[in-house]
């Protein structure tokens, strides 16, 4: 159908996610990369670019290439934010927190930059005051997200402030999707 129908990125994007749920690592980002180059303006086709690297290990080359389609497209909050997550998985976290605070100075209640950049400070034990703000911020608009309730008894935790570091991570745990091990990890240390 992508052959057929060359012009329709839909079925470039079904044929990526075809050959990656195949474990055809390789074809897939071949094709993405054409992808990228056949529709320039295409979020969804960078984007699936860029993560298909960072899962290879390659998030500095991911990065490189999303900032120069943000500068070719322009800046948006929602590009910045994958921007930020892709910087982090790269270990690039000071270029990820710029990224997360020029999201929240365009909007201040982002609900994934703030849950994101507070526990980002959380976890360094930097700004705990302003971490926890802003991750009660993030949980005020989702507010059984067991990420954001992590990030809370983690802010939590860095304070020692270990009874309520345990009732947050205990009510992330229970939430569905909580009993990851990170998740898991961070009670046990509570």
Do not use: C
Request: glycine share 6%.
């Amino acid at each position: 159908l992508m052959n057929a129908h060359p012009e329709n990125e839909d079925w470039w994007l079904l044929q990526a996610s075809e050959l990656l749920a195949q474990s055809r690592r390789e074809d897939a980002e071949k094709l993405l990369a054409r992808g990228v180059e056949k529709f320039p303006k295409s979020q969804a086709m960078v984007t699936t670019y860029a993560r298909a690297l960072a899962t290879d290990d390659r998030a500095a080359e991911a990065v490189k290439i999303y900032q120069a389609f943000i500068s070719s497209n322009g800046e948006s909050t929602s590009r910045l934010y994958v921007l930020s997550g892709l910087q982090s998985q790269g270990g690039q976290e000071e270029a990820a927190e710029s990224s997360l605070l020029r999201i929240i100075s365009i909007i201040p209640d982002h609900t994934g930059a703030n849950n994101d950049l507070g526990y980002f400070w959380a976890d360094a034990g930097t700004k705990l005051p302003e971490a926890t703000a802003m991750i009660r911020k993030a949980l005020t608009n989702e507010p059984n997200n067991a990420a954001f309730l992590d990030s809370l008894g983690w802010a939590f935790y860095k304070q020692a402030q270990f009874k309520d570091a345990v009732r947050y991570l205990n009510q992330a745990v229970a939430q569905p999707g909580g009993m990851e091990a990170e998740l898991l990890s961070h009670l046990g240390d509570a």
